[in-house]
Each structure stands twice: as structure tokens, then as C-alpha cells.
């Protein structure tokens, strides 16, 4: 059976964080619809409800510190309506009402991003840092290896456990950390980041196990059971459409068939609505599409009793819901103004339409706001006008103040294609984004965006304006755009920046400038384990450098690793090539470090760049490398179907004018042979495909002749006078041929 969700925009606050929005439970002895509480950015906590169609504003806090998290908690068994707040690095704590009964300092280094309250307990976490408190004072912390995303914190009262909660940290490195108190108790191994947790509790729980659904940052959502020896895997939903990561989940029974249904919310603006079935698998029932990311989203009856909704919160801090209330009432102005020319109050107008009392005096309400709001608008312009003409007599140098307004971005490397992913948000429409890169990078076509792109010539001889610019693209967005996503392909073995300079629809126009690494070896992806079995190279340096310092050059070298120093004497960290699929080992400590990699390109360029940042901190290098020759066509042949796949592809963009032209002026193409037909007849998708993949092919060549020039430097041999007969060999490519070319000797 279908869901059916109807959307309905409540009010919008300011910008907002995620997991700043709740929905309040009823008191024991109340049936009426609930209570909404929400913060922002701005630093307002408000409590509104839904009253005849109106919104109902319960309290509203003033402006102050921008709220980061807030959670609800209260009375273990009891009801938990009591409201927790954090800005900064403290914690506040309010009545349902709007009365404040807790202010609290952490007197945490860093600002509280996660915040769980079970009884009178309190656990918060930084970046890096967990901590429990017990009635405000300190019982302990723990340091977790990497940057932590979200925290959950499952309750164990109810299961026969003497503690009283289990706190699950989701760390960034791709593990859900177990606590037990402030200890490490295992760790949980995931596909992707951790962005976001929710408990999943099955109507007949019998077991004393929890069970927690995961979302991942490349979309990605997945069920673990966590028992008290391992954790066990139960299902995993991949992200098959490349949709946005997931941002929020949430569980609530909005099919009203017993069972909690789980609730996703993407950063694409995506909300998804799971239903379990009698096996506990997820089967899609719902989904929707906002024009924004969505940052909490949670369930509840808060527009009418009797009507279910799946709540959510945008970031530029709209709040709608999705409805199981059937929506019949579709007013335009035009259809208003008819009705006052044409009828009475609560009458039929001309055309016909039924508009019941409440929705005209709703509309005549609105329509009087908007037109006071224009008219304050034209004052404050006027005299912002008059300021900036006072200023430019006075020849004053300060002329306007520039606008301030947020940005909500990510920079994300998708392994699926080996690429990543730039969304830029701002809490108003955007007029253009200008896209600076100094390394060589390519901006890839998505459907999802519709900017018109265009690139500026740079002069072929550098200068000293132009000498580190690859790339000048800029976005111009059309009308009502506030979300901007764009996919970049990178190299690996340069290392620079991408700048983004995003320029909003505001007046004065108003420039914000984000910055995004490029890494020497940034289609790296961190993973659990490699595999053992296949030929690797091997890098020794030896030398007087600290742990931390090795570690700030792998972390410039390497995306998804922590700045912070890790606390053991030895660390050995994986990672995985998402375009070629080969493998590299990190073991380091102090004054010692050893990579292994099956591929020597990757070796090369680690080396390359280790000596770079010794000799700048003028810390004297041992190095000592083991190169096999068979990594060198064990890499070849994983290069081997891209390749092949490449060349076939352009090899049928070559033919097909020419197919197209036959076509036309014979008409009839029987006389073709088959495979020149299938040319013809998927026309359109090979030219959807070329137009995904632009320069690949020049991309693999590139790749090939570095793995040729590294496998001979590591020899003393500059081979780059026969990089034009490695050219002609791939141009008349197979395998054998090139493996052969590979074997042979150069002197």
C-alpha cells in the first residue's frame, strides 16, 4: 500500500543546525496536538504549537549565541519534555513553558556540537572530546581518535543493565565507538563516515542487545546490532541514485500499522520514509524532495489530532510537515481578489471557489504583512541610499556595512565515481559562484544543476597574474537558487586549493570566499583492512621527526585524516584508491615511518612529497624503497577494463556523425553490420556517457605514463624521451603489447 504525505510549510525561523528541532511529548493526562521547539543560529529557542490553522507561539527566547544542538530529557520513566540547549561550550536547560531552570559551563576548549540527557546525567562531545557529567559535576572524558560526527546515548534501564546508559560515538574515520563509562569498549566498523544515528527498538524486543541505524556521509544507511561481545550486521541500503548524504534519522509510526516506520532526511533536501516488514528489512514507502538540506527531521501529530506527520527542519530554518491530512484548500491571490470583488464573506465567489472563514481571514492577514514588510523594505532602502550619497560628498572611506549570511558547504569525495562532490548553501538566493582552482582539475556535468557554466580563457604562457590559475569557472544561478552542487575530478601527485567565491542576491553585493584542499594523493579513501595477498612496494624514512610531525605530513598529504596527533607510540592506518582500486599502508611512529602500496605511482608521489616537507623543516631523510616488478602489472591490469571500456567508447563518438550522415541520406541502415547498428541506435546514451567522463581517456594515458616514468626513476632512469612511443602503443592498444613495452629495458 502507497503512503500518501501531504507537505505543509508551518513558519521559518533563521538558519539552523542540525538536530536543533524537536517535538515535544504530551503530558500523561493531554491528547491534544504537540508542541514544536526549535533554535537557531541566531540564538532564539522558540515553542510553538498549531492552533486553527495558525501557528501558536508558546515562548521565545531573545537573540543571543548561535544554538549548536538541543535535546530533550526529564525524569527517567517519565515524560521527557524538559528542553537542553547548547551555544558554545555551555548547556541551558528549559521548561516546556519557556522557564530556565539550568545554565551550565562545561568549561569545555571546544564548543558542544552533541549533547544527550538521560536523568540527571549530561554527555557532551566536541570535536574530539566526550564528556559525562553526573548533577553537573565531572565524572570523566574520553578522547577518540577522530573528529566525532554524532552521539547517541541508548538507555539500558529498562534491559536488566546496572548502567545506566551506553554511549555510541560516531567518529569520523568510519567506526561507531562503544563506551562503557568513559572507556573504550569495541568498535564498529562502517562503509562510509558516520554522519548521524538514531535506536532502533522492535515492537517485541525481548533481547537485552540495541540495535542502532546509522546514516553515512556518502549516503549511505545501515542497521548493526551492538551485543555485549561483537557487533552483528543486519542490513545495509546503498545509495544507488547518488543521492546527498544523510543528514538526520529519526524513527515514528506514521502508517499507523503498529510499527515505527524510519524517517531519513538528506543533505540534497531528500526525505525518505522506510516502513519495516516481518523480517525487519526497510522497504521504501515515501519520499520527497526539498530545495534545501534537510537538518532534523522527527515525527508527531502536531497540525490536527488524528493526523500523523513526518516534521522537518530546512536549513534557512523552514519548518514543514509531510501530512497524512488530505489537502483540498488550493487559494491564489488571484482567486482572493475574485472572491472579495464577487461575493460575500464566507460565500461562493464567481469562479465558484469555497473559501471557509478562517483561510479568508488567514490570506487578508498575510497579504496585509507582506504589503507593511514592502513598504518598511522601500523606507530602509531610501535610507540606506541617503547614508551611502551623505558618505560619498563627505568623501567618507566608509561608505556601507556588507551583510553578513552564512554558508552551509561540503567538499566530499564520492568513491563511487572517484570525484567530489561541492554543495554550497547559502539562507538566500544565490547570483553566481566562481570557481578558482591552482592544480589541474575537471568540473563534471550533474543533472541536479541547473547554473549556466562558463569558463574563462587563461593566456597559455603564464604570468605573474595567471600563474597558478588551472581553472576560472563561474556558476550563474537562476532565480530562487539557494543550493549549488558541483562535481570536481582532481589528480593525484598535485597538491593546491580550489576557491570558491560565492556572491549572493543581497545589496550590497557581498563576496564569501571558502577554500578547499587538494591533496597529493586525493583520491584516497581511509578503509579497515587491505588485502595481504597482492605485491606491494615498499618506502622506509628514517629520521629525528616526531610522531606528530609525520602525521601533519600524512594529513596534508591524505584526505579523511585527523589533524589532531593520535595519542599511541605506533600507528598504522589503510586507504583505498577509489578509481583504481589499489591499496596503501601507513605504519609510523617516531623517527620511523613504512608505506606499502601496490601501486609505485603512489609510493612515487608519497616520496616526492615526504622530502618536500623534511627539507622545509630541514629535518635530514634516510630512505630506502623495495620495488617488485609484478605490482607493475598488477596495476596495468586493474587499469586494464577502464581502459579498454574508454577506448571503445571513443572509438564509437568517432563513428557516429558519420553513422548519423548514412543514416540520413540512405534512410534505410539494414545493410549495416549489427554492431554499427547498435552504434546508431543508442546514439543518446553514449553521448550522456561522453559527456559524464570528459577527458577520462586522457586521464587514464596520463595515468599509465606516470606508472611508466615512476617505475624507472625508482631505477635512475629518465625514460620521458620514450613517453611518444608509449603514446603509440596505447593508441593501437592491447594488453599484451603493452605489458610487453613495460618489460623492456631503457637505457
Not at 11 to 37: A, F, I, R, Y
Not at 319 to 335: C, F, G, R
Request: charge should be negative; glycine fraction near 6%.
Amino acid at each position: 500500500m502507497e503512503l500518501n504525505l501531504n507537505a505543509v510549510d508551518y513558519q521559518q525561523v533563521s538558519v539552523t543546525d542540525k538536530k536543533c528541532m524537536h517535538v515535544l511529548p504530551n503530558l500523561e493526562n493531554s491528547s491534544g496536538p504537540q508542541k514544536v521547539v526549535v533554535g537557531d543560529k541566531s540564538g532564539i529557542l522558540q515553542s510553538f504549537g498549531i492552533k486553527k490553522q495558525e501557528v501558536n507561539t508558546i515562548f521565545k527566547s531573545l537573540p543571543g549565541a548561535a544554538i549548536n544542538r538541543i535535546a530533550l530529557g526529564g525524569v527517567l520513566g517519565g515524560t521527557q519534555d524538559k528542553i537542553f540547549v547548547t551555544s558554545n561550550a555551555e548547556v541551558r536547560a528549559f521548561s516546556r513553558k519557556g522557564k530556565k531552570f539550568l545554565d551550565f559551563n562545561t568549561n569545555l576548549t571546544e564548543s558542544v556540537s552533541n549533547l544527550c540527557v538521560s536523568g540527571s546525567d549530561l554527555l557532551v562531545s566536541g570535536s574530539y572530546i566526550y564528556n559525562h557529567f553526573h548533577d553537573c559535576n565531572d565524572q570523566g572524558y574520553y578522547l577518540s581518535n577522530d573528529s566525532i560526527n554524532d552521539m547517541l546515548c541508548l538507555p539500558a534501564t529498562n534491559r536488566g543493565e546496572t548502567q545506566d546508559f551506553t554511549p555510541v560515538l560516531a567518529c569520523n574515520d568510519k567506526v561507531l565507538r562503544v563506551l562503557k563509562g568513559c572507556a573504550l569498549f569495541y568498535e564498529v566498523e562502517l562503509p562510509g563516515s558516520p554522519s548521524c544515528m538514531t535506536e532502533y527498538i522492535p515492537n517485541e524486543d525481548l533481547s537485552t542487545d540495541f540495535q542502532v541505524v546509522y546514516g553515512t556521509m556518502d549516503g549511505k544507511i545501515g542497521h548493526v546490532l551492538l551485543n555485549e561481545h561483537q557487533p552483528v550486521y543486519k542490513w545495509e541500503i546503498p545509495n544507488s541514485k547518488n543521492l546527498g548524504g544523510i543528514s538526520c534519522l529519526s524513527h515514528y509510526d506514521v502508517t499507523g500499522d503498529g510499527m515505527n516506520d524510519l524517517l531519513v532526511g538528506r543533505e540534497d533536501g531528500t526525505v525518505e520514509v522506510y516502513s519495516y516488514d516481518v523480517m525487519d528489512q526497510p522497504q521504501l514507502r515515501f519520499t520527497h524532495s526539498y530545495k534545501e538540506s534537510v537538518t532534523s527531521i522527527c515525527g508527531g501529530v502536531v497540525g490536527n489530532v488524528g493526523f500523523d506527520e513526518v516534521l522537518t527542519c530546512t536549513y534557512s530554518g523552514w519548518i514543514s510537515a509531510l501530512t497524512t491530512e488530505h489537502q483540498t484548500k488550493t487559494v491564489t491571490m488571484e482567486m482572493m481578489n475574485a472572491k472579495q470583488q464577487g461575493s460575500t464573506s464566507g460565500g461562493a465567489s464567481g469562479s465558484g471557489l469555497m473559501i471557509d472563514g478562517d483561510t479568508e481571514k488567514k490570506l487578508l492577514s498575510l497579504r496585509d504583512e507582506v504589503e507593511a514588510l514592502e513598504l518598511q523594505v522601500e523606507s530602509e532602502r531610501e535610507k540606506h541610499m541617503q547614508r551611502t550619497a551623505k558618505s560619498l560628498q563627505q568623501k567618507n572611506d566608509v561608505v556601507t556595512i556588507a551583510p553578513e549570511f552564512h554558508v552551509n558547504d561540503r567538499f566530499i569525495l564520492t568513491p563511487s565515481d572517484a570525484s567530489y562532490h561541492l554543495s554550497i548553501e547559502v539562507q538566500t538566493t544565490i547570483d553566481h559562484v566562481v570557481i578558482q582552482s591552482n592544480v589541474p582539475v575537471d568540473l563534471l556535468d550533474l543533472d541536479t544543476t541547473t547554473a549556466l557554466v562558463s569558463y574563462t580563457r587563461l593566456d597559455e604562457k603564464p604570468n605573474k597574474n595567471n600563474a597558478e590559475n588551472f581553472l576560472l569557472a563561474t556558476y550563474r544561478c537562476q532565480a530562487d537558487t539557494s543550493r549549488l552542487e558541483i562535481k570536481i575530478r582532481s589528480i593525484e601527485g598535485h597538491t593546491g586549493a580550489i576557491q570558491a567565491y560565492i556572491v549572493p542576491r543581497l545589496k550590497p553585493k557581498t563576496s564569501v570566499v571558502r577554500s578547499y584542499p587538494i591533496k597529493a594523493l586525493s583520491l584516497h579513501q581511509r578503509c579497515h583492512s587491505i588485502d595481504t595477498e597482492r605485491p606491494m612496494n615498499t618506502l622506509r624514512l628514517t629520521g629525528a621527526f616526531s610522531i606528530a610531525e609525520i602525521h601533519s605530513w600524512l594529513s596534508a598529504s591524505l584526505p579523511d585524516l585527523a589533524e589532531r596527533t593520535p595519542t599511541t607510540d605506533t600507528v598504522t592506518l589503510y586507504f583505498v584508491n577509489t578509481f583504481l582500486d589499489t591499496q596503501l599502508e601507513c605504519a609510523y611512529k617516531k623517527a620511523e615511518a613504512r608505506f606499502r602500496s601496490d601501486n609505485i605511482s603512489t609510493i612515487s608521489i608519497l616520496k616526492d612529497f615526504m622530502t618536500k616537507e623534511a627539507t622545509a623543516k630541514k629535518i635530514a631523510l634516510k630512505i630506502n624503497y623495495d620495488v617488485t616488478d609484478d605490482s607493475i602489472h598488477h596495476t596495468l591490469h586493474l587499469l586494464h577494463p577502464k581502459l579498454d571500456k574508454q577506448l571503445l567508447l571513443a572509438k564509437k563518438m568517432q563513428l557516429l556523425p558519420a553513422l548519423q550522415d548514412l543514416a540520413t541520406h540512405e534512410g534505410n541502415t539494414a545493410f549495416l553490420a549489427p554492431e554499427y547498428q547498435d552504434i546508431l541506435k543508442n546514439a543518446d546514451e553514449l553521448r550522456e556517457q561522453h559527456k559524464k567522463q570528459p577527458a577520462r581517456l586522457e586521464r587514464l594515458y596520463g595515468m599509465i605514463t606516470d606508472l611508466y616514468i615512476d617505475k624507472f626513476k625508482f631505477k635512475g632512469v629518465n625514460v620521458k624521451a620514450r613517453v611518444p612511443q608509449l603514446l603509440r602503443t596505447l593508441d593501437n592498444y592491447d594488453i599484451n603489447a603493452l605489458l610487453e613495452f613495460f618489460q623492456q629495458e631503457a637505457y
